[in-house]
């Protein structure tokens, strides 16, 4: 089975540019989260989507980050405009909480470096 | 303040040794723990899960949880260099729900 896929894997953009990373959860999973890792803060959630329905995102920094899931196999993080302190890891995860005690085992993609300059 | 804490390492440990793993976190109510393991350059994956007080083992793993204490533990057993990696700590509200903090992570070096 595939896992999460994640894209572009790597991405070095200029300051003021738009970012977009995708992400394709596994199928059957009906929830997904953005988060970021630097190595200063470690993993941080971004956000985190129910069903295709944002949930949380009480952990987007700012107004220049947005999420959107618009079906079920489809989820894009964006960031307009990029600025050198967004270089990070972000990792696109996904899982399961259909059963009555959730495992709470998140799936991870391998991430998308993203860079600044 | 942190609301899951470890202790960055590097925690250096011979081969064969047994490696011990620490992490506290702030949320009383807090009900699902887990230890993933990141290699260098690559994402966590899942190797440990715990959501009652007491030890559950798995193989060379060993994970501890003292609710009272909030405080989680991982034990590796026969260390081995293939073991060397990152070990986040998550913390979860349990039930369906898979919002899980992380630890910033402890590093593990297995040494020949």
């Known amino acids: 089975d595939a896992g999460v896929i994640q894209s572009p894997r790597h991405e070095v953009t200029e300051m003021g540019q738009e970012v977009t990373l995708r992400c394709k959860p596994i199928?059957?999973?009906?929830?997904l989260f953005w988060y970021r890792q630097t190595m200063m803060r470690g993993l941080e959630l971004l956000i985190y989507?129910?069903?295709?329905?944002?949930i949380d995102d009480s952990g987007m920094p700012e107004d220049r980050f947005s999420a959107k899931m618009p079906n079920a196999s489809f989820s894009t993080l964006k960031i307009q405009p990029s600025e050198p302190r967004d270089s990070a890891v972000y990792f696109c995860?996904?899982?399961?909480?259909?059963?009555?005690w959730g495992t709470g085992e998140l799936f991870f993609g391998e991430g998308s470096r993203l860079t600044v300059l | 303040q942190k609301e899951v804490e470890q202790n960055s390492g590097p925690l250096s440990v011979p081969e064969g040794a047994i490696a011990s793993l620490n992490c506290t976190y702030s949320d009383r109510v807090s009900q699902s723990f887990f230890w993933y393991r990141q290699y260098s350059g690559k994402s966590p994956e899942l190797i440990m899960s715990?959501?009652?007080?007491g030890d559950k083992e798995d193989g060379r793993f060993t994970a501890q949880l003292n609710k009272a204490s909030q405080y989680v533990s991982l034990l590796i057993r026969d260390s081995q260099p293939s073991d060397s990696a990152t070990y986040l700590c998550?913390?979860?509200?349990?039930?369906?729900?898979?919002?899980?903090?992380f630890g910033t992570g402890t590093r593990l070096q297995v040494t020949l």
């Open positions: 199928s059957g999973h009906n929830s």
């Open positions: 998550a913390v979860g509200p349990g039930g369906t729900a898979s919002k899980l903090t």
């Open positions: 995860a996904s899982s399961s909480n259909r059963l009555a």
């Open positions: 715990i959501y009652s007080n």
């Open positions: 989507f129910n069903n295709n329905v944002p």
